[in-house]
């Protein structure tokens, strides 16, 4: 399912790199620093995208920078800042959609060493994989209004019988056999290529049959062709609560696209949050590797944000384009510089450690030091 990576250049790769917006320049130079000290041969196709570009480009995303992603098949991105409420549409939104990504990935893995309200979080070792392109996330959307521009009102009352008041917004989820088909497939494909055990669909079918219901029913057509991977469903309340309780009993879990968005920063909250949760974004063609968090514009440029999330989105990628032994050679060396805990970001500071945190660029060449000295 995954596209094999088809562009490496002589022993080399060539790389599509967006750094971002707000501290993503930052964290990616540490990337770069990294790679180089592991000795792999990337040649980064650096593309600027986001607020920066827009002045002078007129939008956030422009083709040049979908053009290069689609011609080396892979990328590695910074985070992207989005307006709430007005402005741009998401970089992030619009790139799946023009590359069809339609799979997100994020893996829940505890380091040592890291803060976690949660007992025994070292037990957790699950990934998240959400359907990126359906869902409420389509955009389909009416805005409030009692003019004659909202003729859904008529429609709902005429075909459904239901009777809204014309102060009511309406979104549309649509979810289909074949989107429903695809992710599943993934989720169970990646569950057996990666040695993982089990798969868990994850929805809200009891109330949402047409969607939801949908989704089930397809998860468990799919769950029969994969006999050696165990299948069960649960709903999405539930399993808000099944996380915090027993997250030790989970391993790959397949949402559709808007539980699988809260599952997923639910699931990284149990890890330690959003600073040490990496993710990608696969296509049949094309995948992107990003962190989870944003564009931290509270502390861009002042060297304070944690490279973790992003350098474990390279390991991802490391091992996506078949360099599994380099890729294990920097999860190491970021989990011995996190389990130390010595020279790590603010972030990562252990509660009653009262030695200063370092900057980003300091930890990135902790990590380094760890690498060249062969970590563990
Ligand atoms: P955020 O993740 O940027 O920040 C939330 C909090 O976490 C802030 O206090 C921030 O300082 C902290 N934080 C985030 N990353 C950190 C790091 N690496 N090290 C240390 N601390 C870190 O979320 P937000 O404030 O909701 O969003 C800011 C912008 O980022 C928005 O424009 C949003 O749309 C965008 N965003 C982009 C992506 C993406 O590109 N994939 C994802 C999420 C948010």
């Not at 993982?196 to 998860?219: E, P, Q, S, W």
């Not at 564009?295 to 060297?303: K, L, M, N, V, W």
Request: glycine share 10%; proline share 6%; net charge negative.
């Amino acid at each position: 399912m995954i596209s094999t990576f088809a562009c490496a250049v002589a022993m080399g790769y060539t790389i599509t790199l967006i750094p971002g917006d707000g501290v993503g320049p930052e964290i990616t130079e540490v990337v770069k620093r990294c790679v180089s000290a592991l000795g792999v041969d990337i040649e980064w196709d650096t593309q600027q995208a986001g607020a920066g570009v827009i002045e002078k480009e007129k939008k956030p995303l422009p083709d040049r920078v979908i053009d290069s992603i689609k011609r080396n098949r892979v990328a590695l991105k910074g985070p992207v800042e989005t307006p709430v409420g007005k402005g741009f549409r998401s970089v992030n939104v619009e790139l799946r959609r023009a590359l069809d990504l339609f799979a997100c990935v994020r893996p829940c893995k505890y380091y040592e060493g890291i803060r976690s309200r949660i007992l025994n979080p070292e037990s957790i070792d699950l990934v998240v994989v959400r359907e990126n392109t359906e869902d409420l996330y389509m955009g389909i959307e009416f805005m409030e209004s009692c003019g004659e521009d909202n003729p859904f009102l008529s429609f709902l009352k005429e075909q459904k019988g239901v009777e809204l008041g014309c102060d009511t917004g309406i979104s549309i989820k649509p979810i289909s056999v074949r989107g429903s088909e695809r992710i599943v497939s993934f989720a169970f494909e990646y569950a057996r290529s990666n040695g993982r055990k089990k798969v868990t669909a994850i929805d809200k079918a009891n109330i949402m049959k047409y969607t939801d219901g949908l989704f089930m029913n397809v998860a468990a057509d799919v769950s029969e062709k994969y006999p050696d991977i165990a299948y069960e469903h649960k709903l999405v309340d539930n399993m808000c609560m099944q996380l915090v309780q027993f997250p030790e009993q989970y391993d790959v879990l397949v949402l559709p696209n808007l539980y699988g968005d809260i599952i997923s920063d639910l699931a990284a909250g149990l890890i330690g949050g959003l600073g040490v949760a990496p993710g990608m974004n696969v296509g049949e063609e094309c995948a992107v590797f990003e962190p989870t968090h944003g564009s931290a514009p509270d502390i861009a440029g002042r060297d304070m944000a944690n490279p973790a999330g992003i350098l474990l989105s390279t390991v991802l990628m490391l091992g996506h384009i078949g360099e599994p032994t380099a890729a294990a050679r920097l999860e190491n060396a970021i989990a011995a510089v996190m389990k130390e805990g010595a020279r790590v970001t603010a972030d990562l500071k252990a509660e009653g450690d009262a030695s200063p945190p370092v900057g980003t660029r300091e930890m990135g060449s902790a990590i380094i030091e760890r690498i060249e000295a062969g970590a563990p």
